[in-house]
């Protein structure tokens, strides 16, 4: 062990690495005797580390997995203090709640996520994802309201675990189209603010630009698909950019590489690309609504930034698991039961761990509007997430390098477009609407482009045994990311001086 | 600097490009004699754009959700911001929730109804949205008639008794456009028993129906076909939808006299073209 964590900074990434490992863990370990045999070993090895025995570093390392296991088992609706709803009911049950969150409109309804739920004045554990349609009231996150509805429980969509991402999300049952038997304003919240300056924008804009462009590049500056419908929906999947819809670590991260590398050739110097980009993401954080998935795509492309932003590079593996340990600690269950996280997280490690290499394959596109950092880090993402898409979706997209390269060089003009015409659209729609020429047409190229592109049925293709495939391509990227890091351990040993 | 500025070119020309390029494809249906019809493919349910040979905006119905903002969209210049006259047949989800998002999206000058929103909240909830923009708001009947921009529009249904029915496409909204020699008979969901009613009347034959209950068989009976005689006819049905829309005794009768079928859930959008004498009708099915 201690030959393999000869130095600080190595064991620090063992011991964050065995925080994970033991929140992996977590559902697979049943909550029985077992875990307590678990959580007893572990408080040995930490007096065994204690009192600095040989070996005693394997004693950290093993109280850490103890720890992750345990992060995991009290997230766990067992150890809520309050019962849990009845999750499927065969009549209507009356609950109250609190809208939490932004409140997602989708294209055939709204959706709103009720939490702090209360059933005959008794408080009950989790979420409910409740679908409302078009003529609900206008309500937003901090309402409280009272429903009338017939319960039920998520289920797979094929084999696609829908149950267990909303699980993740401490949403326990559905209702749809519930009678609303009374709603009450909530109270001043800043949340609250952010949410309702949202909804002004995306109505203002609306008035100004025709969709689907609104919703188009509304969501490339502020996250979420739910406003395109589902046929453009498909392109975008197709394509391989639906990314560049989704408040997603690999639509954050991407774009602050890009942005980061166009910066970085002006004048501006290392330091002010730094914190132009620093400020654009706190900007990103407080307009996008500041929902955990955008505080997390935030926290990624940090990593990222300060990965390609700064001179002294911090160590990248440390990095990337310390960012994982704290997203784990948070909210465990993400590991396993949440794509979305998943996709965000190894798309961010794969720009950080790869995009150097595909830059210099890259090296024959030329760097203007960052066309080389936009393909160079959308081939290093897709590659790192290409074992996850072939578990869970059994499908790849052959043609997302060439979609890539053709949408990402645009993407920054047009959010650049889009922000500048924003305040015109806020205060003065039908000006906005005679000055919508550059928004509408480069967003409208995007996806005539993408409509285009997706239309071949080569485009995307059905992989047959994609999970084997799946095991495979990640057993060569842990490969890949081992030779190249002991490469590099070979080359510092190599120019260390003699003493 | 110059390296920049020359980019900030590149990019203006490509804009300038794409305006003209989207300008000439929507151009054959700006400032023309003809009045353009499209017939949405907006899944199950059914939506309709005219545009006059004066270039003003009619909708008849709204479809099943937001898509219609896309299709509307799509068919318009970007800067358009505004329509002249949004029909709704009658107070069905599939005919009238597109136009809720449309309300918040786009100035409507007038709005008209068989007068039956009063019940259900989606209703309120649409008129809403109208009455927040100060729409004018018009209830229609029977014998009632509208020129918007040199074409006619003729309603024919609902009659004083059909307005007082409990079923709602009984009380949906029919209407015969003509612009010059050429009609079109919209039929909403209206049933046979309204399409017996208009045989009595004397219905006379038509150029283009839109069929109505997207094609069901509690429509579009042989006795009104035969007094229609339509030349072509349009039926507004989804994908594989669940309730067996057209059905397939309908689809026989209309090729019994011989009326030329276009289907938007195998064609997708249709774009008809008229100038008063000729009738072009084809699919064309829009990007979104």
Same mark, same amino acid.
């Given at each position: 062990?201690?030959?393999?964590?000869?130095?600080?900074?190595?064991?620090?990434?063992?011991?964050?690495?065995?925080?994970?490992?033991?929140?992996?863990?977590?559902?697979?370990?049943?909550?029985?005797?077992?875990?307590? !045999?678990?959580?007893?070993?572990?408080?040995?090895?930490?007096?065994?580390?204690?009192?600095?025995?040989?070996?005693?570093?394997?004693?950290?390392?093993?109280?850490?997995?103890?720890?992750?296991?345990?992060? =995991?088992?009290?997230?766990?609706?067992?150890?809520?203090?309050?019962?849990?709803?009845?999750?499927?009911?065969?009549?209507? !049950?009356?609950?109250?709640?609190?809208?939490?969150?932004?409140?997602?409109?989708?294209?055939?309804?709204?959706?709103?996520?009720?939490?702090?739920?209360?059933?005959?004045?008794?408080?009950?554990?989790?979420? #409910?994802? !409740?679908?409302?349609?078009?003529?609900?009231?206008?309500?937003?996150?901090?309402?409280?309201?009272?429903?009338?509805?017939?319960?039920?429980?998520?289920?797979?969509?094929?084999? =696609?675990?829908?149950?267990?991402?909303?699980?993740?999300?401490?949403?326990?049952?559905?209702?749809?189209?519930?009678?609303?038997?009374?709603?009450?304003?909530?109270?001043?919240?800043?949340?609250?603010? #952010? =949410?309702?300056?949202k909804?002004?924008m995306l109505f203002r804009m609306r008035q100004a630009l025709p969709e689907p462009n609104t919703s188009f590049v509304f969501g490339l500056l502020f996250g979420g698909a739910?406003l395109i419908?589902?046929?453009i929906?498909?392109?975008f999947?197709?394509?391989?950019l639906?990314?560049i819809l989704?408040?997603?670590?690999?639509n954050v991260?991407l774009f602050t590489?890009v942005l980061l590398g166009i910066l970085?050739?002006t004048?501006?110097?290392?330091?002010?690309?730094?914190?132009i980009v620093?400020a654009s993401l706190?900007m990103y954080?407080?307009l996008a609504?500041?929902?955990?998935?955008?505080?997390?795509?935030?926290?990624?492309?940090? !990593?990222?930034?300060?990965?390609?932003?700064?001179?002294?590079?911090?160590?990248?593996?440390?990095?990337?698991?310390?960012?994982?340990?704290?997203?784990?600690?948070?909210?465990?269950?993400?590991?396993?039961?949440?794509?979305?996280?998943?996709?965000?997280?190894?798309?961010?490690?794969?720009?950080?761990?790869?995009?150097?290499?595909?830059?210099?394959?890259?090296?024959?596109?030329?760097?203007t509007l960052g066309i080389?950092e936009a393909?160079?880090?959308?081939?290093?993402?897709?590659?790192?997430?290409?074992?996850?898409?072939?578990?869970? =979706?059994?499908?790849?997209?052959? #043609?997302?390098? #060439?979609?890539n390269?053709i949408v990402l060089p645009i993407i920054p003009i047009t959010m650049v477009f889009t922000g500048s015409w924003l305040p015109v659209a806020l205060l003065y729609p039908p000006l906005a609407a005679l000055i919508n020429l550059p928004v509408w047409a480069f967003s409208w190229g995007i996806l005539v482009v993408t409509?285009?592109?997706?239309?071949?049925?080569?485009?995307?293709?059905?992989?047959?045994?994609?999970?084997?495939?799946?095991?495979?391509?990640?057993?060569?990227?842990?490969?890949?990311?081992?030779?190249?890091?002991?490469?590099?351990?070979?080359?510092?040993?190599?120019?260390?001086?003699?003493? | 600097?110059?390296k920049r500025i020359r980019q900030i070119v590149v990019v203006g020309i490509i804009s300038a490009l794409l305006w003209l390029a989207w300008s000439?494809?929507?151009?054959?249906?700006?400032?023309?004699?003809?009045?353009?019809?499209?017939?949405?493919?907006?899944?199950?349910?059914?939506?309709?754009?005219?545009?006059?040979?004066?270039?003003?905006?009619?909708?008849?119905?709204?479809?099943?959700?937001?898509?219609?903002?896309?299709?509307?969209g799509?068919?318009?210049p970007s800067w358009q911001r505004?329509?002249?006259?949004?029909?709704?047949?009658?107070?069905?989800?599939?005919?009238?929730?597109?136009?809720?998002?449309?309300?918040?999206a786009?100035?409507?000058?007038?709005?008209?109804?068989?007068?039956?929103?009063?019940?259900?909240?989606?209703?309120?909830?649409?008129?809403?949205?109208?009455?927040?923009?100060?729409?004018?708001?018009?209830?229609?009947?029977?014998?009632?008639?509208?020129?918007?921009?040199?074409?006619?529009?003729?309603?024919?249904?609902?009659?004083?008794?059909?307005?007082?029915?409990?079923?709602?496409?009984?009380?949906?909204?029919?209407?015969?456009?003509?612009?010059?020699?050429?009609?079109?008979?919209?039929?909403?969901?209206?049933?046979?028993?309204?399409?017996?009613?208009?045989?009595?009347?004397?219905?006379?034959?038509?150029?283009?129906?839109?069929?109505?209950?997207?094609?069901?068989?509690?429509?579009?009976?042989?006795?009104?076909?035969?007094?229609?005689?339509?030349?072509?006819?349009?039926?507004?049905?989804?994908?594989?939808?669940?309730?067996?829309?057209?059905?397939?005794?309908?689809?026989?009768?209309?090729?019994?006299?011989?009326?030329?079928?276009?289907?938007?859930?195998?064609?997708?959008?249709?774009?008809?073209?008229?100038?008063?004498?000729?009738?072009?009708?084809?699919?064309?099915?829009?990007?979104f």
């Amino acid at each position: 062990m201690r030959f393999l964590a000869n130095t600080p900074s190595k064991r620090l990434l063992f011991v964050l690495g065995a925080f994970v490992f033991g929140v992996a863990l977590g559902p697979w370990v049943p909550f029985s005797s077992l875990m307590w !045999v678990f959580v007893s070993i572990g408080f040995l090895s930490f007096f065994w580390f204690l009192i600095g025995v040989r070996g005693s570093f394997l004693g950290l390392i093993i109280l850490c997995v103890t720890l992750g296991l345990l992060r =995991f088992v009290v997230s766990d609706p067992v150890f809520s203090s309050r019962q849990t709803m009845v999750v499927q009911s065969e009549s209507d !049950v009356v609950f109250s709640g609190v809208i939490e969150g932004e409140v997602e409109e989708k294209w055939r309804n709204f959706r709103w996520t009720v939490t702090d739920l209360e059933q005959e004045g008794i408080k009950k554990y989790g979420k #409910i994802l !409740v679908s409302v349609p078009y003529s609900a009231p206008d309500l937003l996150h901090g309402d409280k309201v009272e429903l009338k509805c017939r319960l039920r429980k998520a289920e797979p969509i094929g084999d =696609f675990r829908y149950d267990q991402q909303l699980a993740a999300r401490k949403i326990i049952a559905l209702c749809s189209y519930p009678r609303i038997l009374s709603f009450e304003q909530g109270s001043f919240s800043i949340k609250r603010s #952010i =949410f309702a300056l949202k909804e002004f924008m995306l109505f203002r804009m609306r008035q100004a630009l025709p969709e689907p462009n609104t919703s188009f590049v509304f969501g490339l500056l502020f996250g979420g698909a739910g406003l395109i419908s589902p046929d453009i929906s498909i392109d975008f999947s197709r394509t391989g950019l639906s990314h560049i819809l989704a408040a997603s670590g690999y639509n954050v991260s991407l774009f602050t590489f890009v942005l980061l590398g166009i910066l970085l050739k002006t004048p501006l110097g290392r330091r002010w690309s730094f914190w132009i980009v620093v400020a654009s993401l706190g900007m990103y954080v407080v307009l996008a609504g500041g929902t955990p998935a955008v505080v997390r795509a935030t926290l990624m492309a940090l !990593v990222v930034l300060l990965a390609f932003g700064v001179r002294r590079k911090p160590s990248l593996p440390n990095l990337i698991m310390l960012s994982l340990a704290i997203l784990l600690c948070i909210t465990p269950r993400l590991f396993w039961y949440d794509i979305g996280f998943q996709l965000s997280f190894v798309a961010t490690a794969g720009l950080v761990l790869f995009a150097d290499w595909f830059m210099e394959k890259c090296a024959f596109l030329p760097k203007t509007l960052g066309i080389r950092e936009a393909l160079a880090g959308s081939l290093a993402a897709t590659f790192a997430t290409l074992p996850i898409i072939l578990w869970h =979706f059994g499908e790849l997209s052959i #043609i997302a390098p #060439i979609a890539n390269l053709i949408v990402l060089p645009i993407i920054p003009i047009t959010m650049v477009f889009t922000g500048s015409w924003l305040p015109v659209a806020l205060l003065y729609p039908p000006l906005a609407a005679l000055i919508n020429l550059p928004v509408w047409a480069f967003s409208w190229g995007i996806l005539v482009v993408t409509d285009l592109l997706s239309s071949p049925t080569f485009a995307s293709l059905k992989i047959p045994h994609a999970r084997v495939f799946a095991v495979v391509s990640l057993m060569f990227i842990i490969v890949i990311i081992i030779k190249k890091y002991h490469r590099k351990e070979m080359a510092q040993t190599l120019v260390q001086p003699k003493v | 600097m110059i390296k920049r500025i020359r980019q900030i070119v590149v990019v203006g020309i490509i804009s300038a490009l794409l305006w003209l390029a989207w300008s000439l494809w929507t151009g054959f249906f700006v400032g023309s004699d003809e009045l353009v019809v499209w017939n949405f493919d907006i899944g199950q349910g059914s939506a309709a754009l005219l545009k006059t040979p004066d270039g003003q905006i009619v909708l008849f119905d709204g479809g099943p959700d937001a898509r219609l903002l896309s299709k509307v969209g799509s068919v318009l210049p970007s800067w358009q911001r505004d329509v002249d006259l949004v029909l709704a047949s009658h107070p069905d989800t599939d005919h009238i929730a597109g136009f809720v998002p449309l309300s918040k999206a786009y100035k409507v000058n007038t709005f008209a109804d068989p007068g039956l929103f009063e019940v259900i909240p989606l209703e309120n909830s649409l008129l809403q949205g109208f009455l927040e923009q100060k729409t004018e708001i018009k209830s229609l009947q029977a014998g009632d008639i509208l020129n918007v921009g040199g074409v006619e529009i003729k309603v024919l249904s609902p009659s004083n008794t059909e307005k007082l029915s409990s079923d709602t496409n009984t009380r949906s909204l029919v209407i015969l456009v003509t612009y010059k020699e050429t009609s079109l008979l919209f039929m909403g969901d209206a049933s046979t028993e309204t399409e017996k009613r208009l045989v009595k009347e004397g219905i006379e034959p038509v150029d283009v129906l839109v069929v109505g209950h997207h094609g069901s068989i509690s429509a579009s009976s042989t006795e009104f076909l035969e007094a229609t005689k339509p030349k072509w006819a349009v039926i507004s049905a989804g994908r594989d939808n669940n309730f067996g829309h057209p059905h397939p005794v309908v689809l026989e009768r209309l090729k019994a006299i011989s009326t030329k079928i276009l289907r938007t859930d195998q064609m997708s959008d249709i774009l008809l073209k008229t100038n008063g004498k000729n009738i072009e009708i084809n699919p064309h099915p829009l990007p979104f």
